[in-house]
């Protein structure tokens, strides 16, 4: 099943462009990778509709879109003062907008079960090399027909640009332009962004303390090379949801499991605590195999701090705004009957520390080298969330069909969360990329986790 490339286009957004620096919230992800999502759209129609139709509108709404986020346009570079880095952009910059055509199976690559991770990357645009001066680019796309099926539209954007908030407002701003083409209705268009970068203070240097702590360990080298091994397992991706009934029934036993009524109501028991409580139970379950029961189990997730902030920042800022959270467990527990009420229960805890004393920020110069500590630990993390309603997100064509985050299959135990497909019902649907023995696993761990509720 080959994916053909049709066209390279550079769009363009003539007007727009300047220099932002980048904050404390930023620099960490400097030396990560792009944030990849494929958004599935039926699109019955032959080939030649949709290059005539349906692209034209879709290159026109790109350029609209990156005129109000138009630091997507340009590159990271250093400063020309050799101290920190900073989002450059002008009248020559443009966003490589790729053109394919599939012939792999729509239904199947857009569907629930495990699927090999490597078809799905045919549908994700790469990120532009850096060009002869230091510095790259921060985002891609790319709009794959399947003649007579369906629409893929891959989006990448570096995770030092933005996070999932603003990666989402970008997106289904484009993808309002391309409904206003259509129906020309203006409301169809998010607000534009916030891009003043000063309302993130950053009064103890934080940014300038983490570069130098990223400086520190890329000046120790690389770490040395695996031996050598028999080759990786093959990676599949699928989803499973968790209806509202569902995350009702968790919600209770986790209240039900505190200790007395007064502990029951200190408990943080949203439908994201019990829906990363339940992945993470899964997922340990799957690998229990190869585990010691004596060892701790950890869980780092991302909670966003625009309105948490003193003052609070924007929600459209454009930009990352995320504090890391650490939880952590003892691995015989997490593995045994009430597993998830007692995974639930810790990160609860670790949500509502937020409001103690220090705020959000509290530790936050340790924050960068708890997530390196982490890193041999394999930790479950968490990717995208439930409130950013990736499934509203509609170019004309109605409602995606489906929409994987690919990029989970970067970090062994990412999990992805999205709001689930049964509009209106407040399911969470949860994606995992995993070798397919334990995916498997996983899987008949999920389903059994359901019928014990």
């Given at each position: 099943m080959a994916t053909r490339i049709l066209d390279r286009l550079a769009v363009a957004a003539h007007g727009a462009g300047g220099v932002l620096p980048l904050t404390f919230f930023d620099v960490p992800w400097i030396f990560t990778g792009p944030v990849e999502r494929v958004f599935f759209y039926p699109y019955p129609h032959p080939a030649h509709q949709f290059t005539s139709t349906l692209l034209p509108r879709l290159v026109s709404a790109l350029s609209a879109a990156l005129r109000q986020f138009y630091p997507l346009l340009g590159r990271v570079r250093p400063c020309a003062d050799g101290d920190g880095y900073e989002f450059?952009?002008?009248?020559?910059?443009?966003?490589?907008?790729?053109?394919?055509?599939?012939?792999d199976d729509f239904e199947d690559l857009s569907g629930d079960g495990?699927?090999?991770?490597?078809?799905?990357?045919?549908?994700?645009?790469?990120?532009?090399?850096?060009?002869?001066?230091e510095g790259f680019a921060l985002a891609a796309v790319q709009?794959?027909?399947?003649?007579?099926?369906?629409?893929?539209?891959?989006?990448?954007?570096?995770?030092?640009a933005c996070d999932d908030s603003s990666y989402m407002h970008f997106v289904k701003t484009w993808a309002g332009h391309c409904r206003v083409a259509i129906a020309g209705t203006e409301e169809a268009v998010p607000a534009p962004p916030f891009l003043d970068r000063g309302v993130v203070r950053d009064p103890d240097?934080?940014?300038?303390?983490?570069?130098?702590?990223?400086?520190?360990?890329?000046?120790?080298?690389?770490?040395?090379?695996?031996p050598p091994g028999p080759p990786p397992p093959k990676l599949v991706i699928a989803s499973f949801?968790?209806?509202r009934a569902c995350i009702d029934k968790l919600k209770q036993r986790v209240a039900s499991n505190a200790k007395d009524a007064a502990a029951a109501g200190a408990v943080h028991c949203s439908a994201f605590t019990v829906a990363c409580a339940f992945a993470w139970a899964c997922l340990a379950r799957a690998g229990a195999a190869a585990g010691d029961e004596g060892d701790r189990a950890h869980l780092l997730f991302s909670v966003e701090c625009r309105r948490r902030l003193a003052p609070p920042v924007p929600q459209g800022y454009l930009g990352n705004c995320l504090r890391p959270c650490f939880v952590e467990v003892a691995t015989?527990?997490?593995?045994?009957?009430?597993?998830?009420?007692?995974?639930?229960?810790a990160i609860g805890a670790s949500i509502r520390a937020l409001d103690d004393a220090g705020g959000v920020m509290a530790g936050a110069e340790g924050w960068f080298q708890k997530i390196l500590s982490l890193v041999p630990r394999r930790p479950m993390s968490v990717g995208g969330s439930p409130r950013y309603g990736v499934y509203d997100t509609d170019f004309g064509l109605g409602r995606p069909s489906k929409v994987e985050l690919v990029s989970i299959d970067k970090t062994p135990g990412t999990v992805s969360l999205a709001e689930g497909t049964d509009e209106g019902q407040r399911g969470i649907e949860v994606g995992v990329v995993l070798p397919e023995a334990e995916m498997a696993r996983f899987a008949s761990c999920f389903s059994d986790g359901l019928l014990q509720l």
């Open positions: 450059c952009s002008g009248d020559g910059d443009a966003v490589q907008l790729t053109v394919a055509q599939s012939d495990p699927r090999d991770v490597a078809r799905l990357y045919s549908l994700v645009p790469r990120l532009p090399p850096p060009g002869d001066y709009v794959t027909v399947f003649p007579g099926r369906g629409v893929a539209v891959g989006v990448s954007i570096h995770h030092v240097g934080l940014a300038a303390r983490t570069l130098d702590e990223m400086r520190q360990l890329a000046a120790s080298g690389p770490p040395p090379p695996p949801t968790l209806a015989r527990d997490l593995l045994a009957a009430d597993g998830v009420a007692t995974a639930a229960a």
